[in-house]
């Protein structure tokens, strides 16, 4: 999801662009239209055609990067050009008079620092402190990024012919209100990035042929209402940046009935009112980006009935009158993302008959249904906060976005990886713990109340593997048809049982590992104190851990207002990531434990064995050096190796937790594979780490065997001395069978097993 930074809007930079969209614009302009009418034809709803084929694709395939038409039709068309990209459209480029074919400069006067062509004259990044000497005939004149700190009166009086003027890029801090006195020609004047704080009363009086105005960038704190007072021209106003609050009270089209593109984007505006767009019924172009607008009145636009595009985003907006966009019946292009609706009404957008973009980013949509898009039939570009929402729009062949980076249009798990790597996980995790489980149940331990505390442990690590499993096997169940049971998965029971499940396993895993720490920390660095827990101490600490690690996992589940969805933020169920959406309760609940008690208990664990390694150090000083070095550098591989695991575990969580809450984009893909790989580490290590790897175990796995070799030997040796007993008795019988009924013989001394 893009942020308000990254939002895409109307550049203020318009030469190099105008040009290459006047290339391009021909072709794509009536592209989303062509686009959004062939749906109909022929294919289902929310299938689309492969150009003039028979054949339909669904949404989820058009315009994803790969061809899946045999004629590439589902990745053509795939730009979004509506709104004022292809107002362009409409602009005729006047040809040069192909009489006059020479560049030499016609003017006698100009600057040697400055380059001049015909009547135009650049004087670009030339250190001028003040308007140079020109000829009287300059038709355009380019002052960009040079020192001017003021306009004073008449400064231009004498260039009557100028038509362009470009003062971009310098450190003026006052324009005199007869600055532009005799500019009857002027038709763009570019002031931006500069330091104008306000514009005096008539400074535009002369400039009644302008067409664009471009002020962006610049600390205008305020406008007099009679400031554009001579813009009759005036088609295109940016004002970008600047730190106005509100707009005037008189329409701003006023003293510009021409005004076709206004772009007031990152100002400071808070209030809108009616009357300021009131005479504006010839503007095509509305921006209002990044703004602190908290609400519209229900008849803002009325007489907007020629706009083409309208940009809300990045405000304060928390409600839209139901009929707010009634008028706007030559719409194209609507942004309102990244404000603090709390609801969109189901007839919002009935009257956008020929809306072909509509931009929906960072909204959340509790009621969104499939009726409130169908009005808008040629709408071909949607952009929605959470991709699961596509699915309400099936009649758009362009929804973004298609992923979060964790699933897909089709699955669970958007990755063939994760999907695998889930289960993997799983099964280690599960098995490990088990096993360890189930030997430490059979071998006597010599501290019962340490083994005791591993298998809890172990029982809180396998709860990991169990979350892990359930993951994999809803993955499989929505294999191929995510997308229609998103939400309602982010929403079900289920998903939020399994989100309990893991964050319980974590917090128990945690609170376990510092305890089993600090308990090993007492017994190392004060070997002759009094402080060892007994039997009744262990077992009230390990109930009192898992009392505290349900109550962390379940207090989210108790109230949806203060915590709204807490654990269905996304298909894996899992609250790592915060986004600006997120309830502030809930924010910060998951800080509070992933960064409070969490980096406590890791920090801890660090000081604890740092601790322990020294003061097993200075313990072995007085030792055989050999055997000192052989002895520490085992204790120091063990410990690295516990103090690593849990970093490899933690450290990320909290840096993607510190980036959420600094507000930095993360990748989905990056919250996946923190959850299926880096969360359950420590579930699968620790059964090694703790219990596989230590000599006691091994010592008394290696006596087990023994014995159990020990003890088949036995059972071989007994089964086979009854055997042979079972055969002599055989024999005996057949010996005396043979004597009744065989002539007597001479038979040799017989062994005496046989009697």
Same mark, same amino acid.
């Given at each position: 999801m893009r942020s308000c930074e990254e939002a895409p809007r109307a550049s203020p930079d318009f030469p190099a662009l105008f040009l290459l969209l006047q290339l391009s614009a021909t072709a794509s302009g009536a592209v989303s239209m062509f686009a959004s009418r062939e749906v109909m034809e022929g294919c289902p709803l929310g299938q689309f055609p492969c150009g003039n084929m028979?054949?339909?694709?669904?949404?989820?395939?058009q315009c994803d990067g790969q061809r899946d038409c045999k004629n590439g039709a589902d990745e053509e068309h795939c730009g979004d050009n509506s709104g004022w990209a292809d107002i362009f459209d409409r602009t005729i480029i006047k040809k040069s008079d192909p009489e006059d074919l020479t560049d030499a400069c016609s003017l006698q006067q100009y600057p040697e620092s400055c380059d001049c062509t015909k009547t135009e004259v650049l004087c670009v990044g030339v250190h001028l402190r003040a308007v140079p000497l020109l000829s009287s005939n300059v038709t355009w004149l380019s002052l960009k990024s040079n020192d001017l700190r003021e306009l004073p009166d008449h400064v231009f009086s004498k260039y009557a012919d100028l038509q362009r003027l470009f003062l971009q890029n310098n450190s003026i801090h006052t324009v005199s209100s007869h600055a532009f006195t005799g500019l009857f020609k002027l038709r763009k004047l570019f002031l931006s990035q500069n330091y104008i704080t306000s514009l005096k009363h008539g400074v535009f009086r002369d400039l009644h042929k302008l067409q664009w105005l471009v002020l962006d960038h610049n600390p205008l704190r305020n406008i007099s209402h009679d400031t554009f007072f001579g813009l009759k021209s005036l088609t295109f106003l940016s004002m970008v940046n600047t730190s106005l609050m509100q707009l005037?009270?008189?329409?701003?089209?006023? =003293?510009?009935?021409?005004?076709?593109?206004?772009?007031?984007?990152?100002?400071?505006?808070?209030?809108?009112?009616?009357?300021?767009?009131?005479?504006?019924?010839?503007?095509?172009?509305?921006?209002?980006?990044?703004?602190?607008?908290?609400?519209?009145p229900e008849n803002t636009f009325q007489s907007l009935i020629s706009l083409a595009e309208l940009d809300l985003s990045c405000n304060m907006i928390a409600d839209l009158p139901s009929n707010i966009f009634r008028s706007l019946k030559s719409l194209l292009k609507l942004n309102i993302s990244h404000n603090t609706?709390?609801?969109?009404?189901?007839?919002?957008?009935?009257?956008?008959?020929?809306?072909e973009s509509l931009v929906l980013e960072g909204i959340e949509i509790p009621d969104i249904q499939t009726k409130m898009f169908l009005p808008m039939r040629n709408l071909s570009h949607i952009y929605f906060k959470d991709f699961q929402y596509c699915s309400y729009a099936p009649h758009v062949r362009k929804c973004k976005p298609n992923t979060d980076g964790i699933s897909s249009f089709e699955d669970l798990l958007a990755n063939m990886v994760l999907r695998v790597s889930v289960w993997v996980m799983a099964f280690i995790t599960c098995f490990g713990n088990l096993f360890v489980i189930g030997m430490r149940s059979c071998i006597r331990a010599e501290n019962s109340l340490h083994a005791a505390c591993i298998k809890v442990l172990c029982c809180a690590d396998c709860l990991m593997g169990v979350y892990l499993f359930f993951l994999g096997v809803f993955d499989v169940k929505f294999r191929g048809e995510y997308n229609r049971n998103a939400l309602l998965w982010m929403e079900s029971v289920e998903c939020r049982t399994i989100g309990f499940l893991a964050m319980l396993s974590s917090e128990v895993s945690v609170l376990l590992l510092a305890y089993l720490t600090l308990e090993k920390f007492l017994v190392i660095v004060f070997p002759f104190s009094y402080l060892r827990p007994g039997k009744l101490q262990t077992g009230l600490v390990l109930v009192s851990i898992w009392l505290l690690g349900f109550l962390i996992a379940a207090v989210p589940l108790l109230s949806d207002d203060l915590f709204g969805n807490y654990y269905g933020r996304n298909g894996v169920c899992f609250p790592l990531h915060s986004d600006r959406l997120e309830k502030p309760t809930a924010k910060g609940y998951s800080t509070g434990i992933f960064l409070g008690?969490?980096?406590?208990?890791?920090?801890?664990?660090?000081?604890?064995?740092?601790?322990?390694? =020294?003061?097993?150090?200075?313990?072995?000083?007085?030792?055989?050096?050999?055997?000192?070095?052989h002895k520490d550098v085992a204790v120091a591989n063990r410990?690295?190796?516990?103090?690593?695991?849990?970093?490899?575990?933690?450290?990320?969580?909290?840096?993607?937790?510190?980036?959420?809450?600094?507000?930095?984009?993360?990748?989905?893909?990056i919250n996946s594979w923190v959850v299926i790989f880096v969360l359950p580490i420590n579930s699968a290590l620790n059964p090694i780490l703790y219990t596989l790897t230590t000599s006691f175990f091994r010592e008394q796995v290696e006596l087990l065997l023994c014995r159990w070799q020990r003890s088949s030997s036995i059972i071989r040796d007994r089964k086979?001395?009854?055997?042979?007993?079972?055969?002599?008795?055989?024999?005996?019988?057949?010996?005396?069978?043979?004597?009744?009924?065989?002539?007597?013989?001479?038979?040799?001394?017989?062994?005496?097993? =046989?009697?």
């Amino acid at each position: 999801m893009r942020s308000c930074e990254e939002a895409p809007r109307a550049s203020p930079d318009f030469p190099a662009l105008f040009l290459l969209l006047q290339l391009s614009a021909t072709a794509s302009g009536a592209v989303s239209m062509f686009a959004s009418r062939e749906v109909m034809e022929g294919c289902p709803l929310g299938q689309f055609p492969c150009g003039n084929m028979s054949v339909c694709l669904p949404q989820m395939l058009q315009c994803d990067g790969q061809r899946d038409c045999k004629n590439g039709a589902d990745e053509e068309h795939c730009g979004d050009n509506s709104g004022w990209a292809d107002i362009f459209d409409r602009t005729i480029i006047k040809k040069s008079d192909p009489e006059d074919l020479t560049d030499a400069c016609s003017l006698q006067q100009y600057p040697e620092s400055c380059d001049c062509t015909k009547t135009e004259v650049l004087c670009v990044g030339v250190h001028l402190r003040a308007v140079p000497l020109l000829s009287s005939n300059v038709t355009w004149l380019s002052l960009k990024s040079n020192d001017l700190r003021e306009l004073p009166d008449h400064v231009f009086s004498k260039y009557a012919d100028l038509q362009r003027l470009f003062l971009q890029n310098n450190s003026i801090h006052t324009v005199s209100s007869h600055a532009f006195t005799g500019l009857f020609k002027l038709r763009k004047l570019f002031l931006s990035q500069n330091y104008i704080t306000s514009l005096k009363h008539g400074v535009f009086r002369d400039l009644h042929k302008l067409q664009w105005l471009v002020l962006d960038h610049n600390p205008l704190r305020n406008i007099s209402h009679d400031t554009f007072f001579g813009l009759k021209s005036l088609t295109f106003l940016s004002m970008v940046n600047t730190s106005l609050m509100q707009l005037s009270k008189l329409s701003i089209c006023h =003293y510009m009935p021409l005004l076709s593109w206004l772009d007031f984007a990152e100002n400071r505006i808070e209030v809108l009112n009616y009357s300021a767009l009131m005479t504006c019924d010839g503007l095509t172009v509305l921006s209002l980006h990044d703004n602190k607008i908290e609400t519209l009145p229900e008849n803002t636009f009325q007489s907007l009935i020629s706009l083409a595009e309208l940009d809300l985003s990045c405000n304060m907006i928390a409600d839209l009158p139901s009929n707010i966009f009634r008028s706007l019946k030559s719409l194209l292009k609507l942004n309102i993302s990244h404000n603090t609706l709390l609801h969109i009404h189901a007839g919002h957008f009935d009257y956008l008959a020929q809306l072909e973009s509509l931009v929906l980013e960072g909204i959340e949509i509790p009621d969104i249904q499939t009726k409130m898009f169908l009005p808008m039939r040629n709408l071909s570009h949607i952009y929605f906060k959470d991709f699961q929402y596509c699915s309400y729009a099936p009649h758009v062949r362009k929804c973004k976005p298609n992923t979060d980076g964790i699933s897909s249009f089709e699955d669970l798990l958007a990755n063939m990886v994760l999907r695998v790597s889930v289960w993997v996980m799983a099964f280690i995790t599960c098995f490990g713990n088990l096993f360890v489980i189930g030997m430490r149940s059979c071998i006597r331990a010599e501290n019962s109340l340490h083994a005791a505390c591993i298998k809890v442990l172990c029982c809180a690590d396998c709860l990991m593997g169990v979350y892990l499993f359930f993951l994999g096997v809803f993955d499989v169940k929505f294999r191929g048809e995510y997308n229609r049971n998103a939400l309602l998965w982010m929403e079900s029971v289920e998903c939020r049982t399994i989100g309990f499940l893991a964050m319980l396993s974590s917090e128990v895993s945690v609170l376990l590992l510092a305890y089993l720490t600090l308990e090993k920390f007492l017994v190392i660095v004060f070997p002759f104190s009094y402080l060892r827990p007994g039997k009744l101490q262990t077992g009230l600490v390990l109930v009192s851990i898992w009392l505290l690690g349900f109550l962390i996992a379940a207090v989210p589940l108790l109230s949806d207002d203060l915590f709204g969805n807490y654990y269905g933020r996304n298909g894996v169920c899992f609250p790592l990531h915060s986004d600006r959406l997120e309830k502030p309760t809930a924010k910060g609940y998951s800080t509070g434990i992933f960064l409070g008690l969490n980096l406590l208990a890791f920090l801890v664990i660090v000081f604890c064995y740092s601790s322990m390694f =020294y003061s097993i150090y200075k313990t072995g000083v007085n030792t055989d050096l050999r055997s000192r070095l052989h002895k520490d550098v085992a204790v120091a591989n063990r410990f690295f190796f516990i103090v690593f695991s849990d970093a490899l575990c933690w450290i990320p969580i909290f840096l993607v937790k510190i980036l959420s809450l600094l507000e930095v984009e993360i990748p989905g893909t990056i919250n996946s594979w923190v959850v299926i790989f880096v969360l359950p580490i420590n579930s699968a290590l620790n059964p090694i780490l703790y219990t596989l790897t230590t000599s006691f175990f091994r010592e008394q796995v290696e006596l087990l065997l023994c014995r159990w070799q020990r003890s088949s030997s036995i059972i071989r040796d007994r089964k086979s001395l009854t055997s042979t007993t079972v055969y002599m008795e055989g024999s005996k019988h057949t010996f005396y069978h043979s004597k009744v009924f065989l002539p007597r013989l001479s038979v040799p001394d017989m062994d005496p097993r =046989y009697g």
